[in-house]
């Protein structure tokens, strides 16, 4: 199983408030990570980094997941640690007060996936069914879309775009979307930050069905081609093959 990370502050912004990272277990099993971070000065970036460095800590005590029921589990008990992390940090430092991050987090496995999910950030799957979002948006624009009172046309250019309806360390209880889905042989996950979603469109991205090269390219060219329209945001994306017999984690 391969994974790779890639992250790059764009061409607008001074600082890059996304983190992620991919990280494997003993197990071969793969932790994959991609947080967008939001508040005042840095905070940003703090939550977000909160977010992966509290998830890691828990993967390097994880020696193995044996079934989709315990990466559910294991899903729950982390993420809301982690909110409980970044509230504790903002209360204690006036510069973090409001700080929060979104977060998509997923368990790989050679058989199955589990996913966490909290703000807008997304997951996408490649399979035999082809290429599909996995999560839905906890954004405004999003429920209004859902409930008919917008279009998702509309919903591209709306002024609140970026008004998330949920995130971690925004308040003491937070529910994330949790789902476990077949992860077989040949098998692609992205996961990425709003930064490359709001600028690849969804039929660019399902390029990654059928690409067949070096990976570490193909995330480059969506960044750049993030940065070409603009790359007004950070971008973060992370990409998980399920090949056997191939192993590899880098960061780009």
């Known amino acids: 199983m391969i994974g790779r990370f890639f992250t790059d502050t764009g061409q607008v912004r001074r600082h890059n408030e996304d983190a992620g990272g991919v990280y494997k277990n003993n197990s071969g099993q793969i932790l994959a990570i991609v947080a967008d971070g939001m508040g005042g000065h840095l905070a940003g970036d703090v939550a977000s980094q909160l977010a992966v460095s509290t998830l890691h800590k828990h993967w390097e005590e994880t020696l193995s997941i044996q079934s989709p029921d315990e990466a559910e589990s294991w899903l729950r008990r982390a993420i809301q640690e982690v909110n409980l992390r970044i509230l504790e940090h903002s209360r204690e430092n006036e510069e973090c007060r409001g700080m929060g991050t979104t977060v998509v987090v997923s368990i790989c496995s050679d058989s199955f996936v589990s996913i966490g999910h909290i703000g807008d950030s997304r997951v996408y799957l490649a399979d035999s069914d082809g290429f599909r979002q996995i999560t839905e948006d906890h954004s405004l624009v999003n429920e209004l879309v859902r409930s008919g009172q917008i279009s998702e046309d509309e919903a591209e250019h ?55 090269g070096d990976w570490q390219d193909f995330g480059n060219q969506l960044i750049k081609m993030a940065n070409d329209r603009g790359g007004e945001d950070n971008i973060t994306l992370v990409i998980v093959h399920n090949t056997p017999g191939e192993e590899g984690v880098e960061k780009c």
């Open 158 to 212: 709306h002024p609140r775009k970026n008004v998330l309806l949920k995130a971690l360390g925004t308040d003491e209880q937070v529910t994330a979307d949790i789902l476990t889905l077949e992860f077989e042989e040949d098998n692609r996950l992205l996961l990425c930050s709003d930064g490359l979603t709001n600028k690849v469109q969804g039929n660019e991205l399902a390029q990654i069905a059928e690409y067949d």
